[in-house]
Nanobody, 123 residues
Framework: QVQLVESGGGLVQPGGSLRLSCAAS????????MSWYRQTPGKERELVAT???????????NYVDSVKGRFTISRDNTKKMVYLQMNSLKPEDTAVYYC?????????????WGQGTQVTVSS
């Protein structure tokens, strides 16, 4: 059974930090690029950050412009975990954050979504 389980969301003041975690199971984790998306009511889901699959020695990351320099995505292939370190948080970062897995090879299942974790940035 495929599962992506997010944790680490919550309420934080502007300028604060949070670390989101995503625990993956039920699929070959290293064969998937992992991403974090976010969504606010009435808006489309937005791609926030992506880390490349774990089968290569070269790991690449990409970020939406609005979070560059503040957020860091990382993965631990041994633990099958993905993280999003969020620093210098702003009220506009408030959203439900979703973990996403996309296969990089043909014939693999997915993509897969987690259930989301709420992040609220407010004083």
């Amino acid at each position: 059974q495929v599962q992506l389980v997010e944790s680490g969301g919550g309420l934080v003041q502007p300028g604060g930090s949070l670390r989101l975690s995503c625990a993956a199971s039920g699929f070959i984790f290293s064969a998937y690029a992992m991403s974090w998306y976010r969504q606010t009511p009435g808006k489309e889901r937005e791609l926030v950050a992506t880390v490349s699959h774990g089968d290569s020695d070269i790991i690449t990351t990409n970020y939406v412009d609005s979070v560059k320099g503040r957020f860091t995505i990382s993965r631990d292939n041994t633990k099958k975990m993905v993280y999003l370190q969020m620093n210098s948080l702003k009220p506009e970062d408030t959203a439900v954050y979703y973990c996403h897995a996309r296969p990089v090879y043909g014939g693999y299942g997915g993509p897969y979504w987690g259930q989301g974790t709420q992040v609220t940035v407010s004083s």
